[in-house]
């Protein structure tokens, strides 16, 4: 038997539990952010959806305010330093205030040790580890002004683990677990909180692409969501209800964690990563 899936998001009724708070959500057009942009804008806070691809990421705006929320969309490559102290500063000149920023961004292409450039590399820590730094670095100080703040860097199992062919993915998502705890500590007496969310295995569309790339196909898949200790695939709501967990003051205390929600599948190695 499967564990169930979480509450619809696009069913729930407006709540307010991140009400009055400014959030910037990057890679906010699809998957785990366009859920988390969603979730904190049903439940109050002023949305920033954060992306390099303008159409989905204006859908993603659009269906935050047609649900009743407020929200604007802002392309951004976090790839590119002056793009994300643009969103930051452009966030605090619209609303006046930063209050919540999740870092989900990423790429993941696969390479192994030996299939790994410089410029790959480079690519990768860029988008990876690079983008979120820069967003850090700018939204801290603002976060200070306003009181303090919530920041939550959405990184990987296979940044304490790693995987063969994904040594650079890897490497970097293992550096945003550092950045976050050497952040979270350095200030946390100002009232900024840093946690690192490692999400499920999602089976995205992109994620089909990949596997489809490695010689996986629908009936494999199917086997080894079957295979986890869960019963299933995550889906983006599960790592959503936990930004907004972290987002929201009921978190007040929780710093520097690491917040798992695979459902077990770490617990298990077997289970079956792609």
């Given at each position: 038997m499967a564990v169930p899936l979480p509450p619809s998001i696009a069913e729930r009724p407006r709540g307010d539990r991140v009400a009055g708070k400014v959030a910037i959500v990057t890679g906010a057009n699809a998957g785990i952010g366009r859920a988390a942009a969603e979730l904190l804008g049903?439940?109050?806070a002023k949305v920033v959806v954060a992306s390099r691809t303008a159409a989905s990421g204006e859908e993603t705006a659009r269906a935050i305010r047609d649900a009743g929320g407020e929200a604007?969309?802002?392309?951004?490559?976090?790839s590119q330093?002056?793009?994300?102290?643009?969103?930051?500063?452009?966030?605090?000149?619209?609303f006046g205030r930063l209050d919540v920023l999740v870092n989900n961004a990423a790429i993941?292409?696969?390479?192994s040790l030996g299939e790994t450039t410089i410029e790959f590399w480079r690519e990768i820590m860029a988008t990876n580890l690079e983008g979120p730094f820069v967003l850090c670095r700018e939204a801290v100080p603002r976060m200070i002004e306003g009181g303090g703040g919530s920041i939550v860097?959405?990184?990987?199992?296979?940044?304490?683990a790693g995987a063969a062919n994904l040594v650079a993915y890897s490497v970097a998502k293992g550096g945003l677990l550092t950045l976050t705890r050497n952040i979270a500590g350095a200030h946390a007496r100002q009232n900024v909180r840093v946690n690192y969310l490692i999400p499920g295995w999602n089976i995205t569309e992109t994620e089909k692409v990949v596997q489809a790339r490695e010689g996986h196909d629908a009936a494999w898949l199917a086997e080894v969501?079957?295979?986890?200790?869960?019963?299933r695939f995550s889906v983006p709501a599960d790592a959503a209800y936990a930004i907004l967990w972290l987002a929201s003051d009921e978190s007040i205390f929780v710093n520097g964690a690491?917040?798992?929600t695979d459902g077990g599948?770490?617990?298990?190695?077997?289970?079956?990563?792609?």
């Open positions: 049903r439940e109050g604007i969309y802002r392309r951004t490559d976090v330093e002056q793009s994300c102290v643009d969103l930051v500063a452009e966030t605090v000149g619209r993941y292409p696969r390479a860097n959405v990184g990987s199992f296979n940044g304490l969501g079957v295979r986890q200790p869960g019963g690491i917040v798992n599948s770490s617990t298990l190695p077997n289970a079956g990563r792609g």
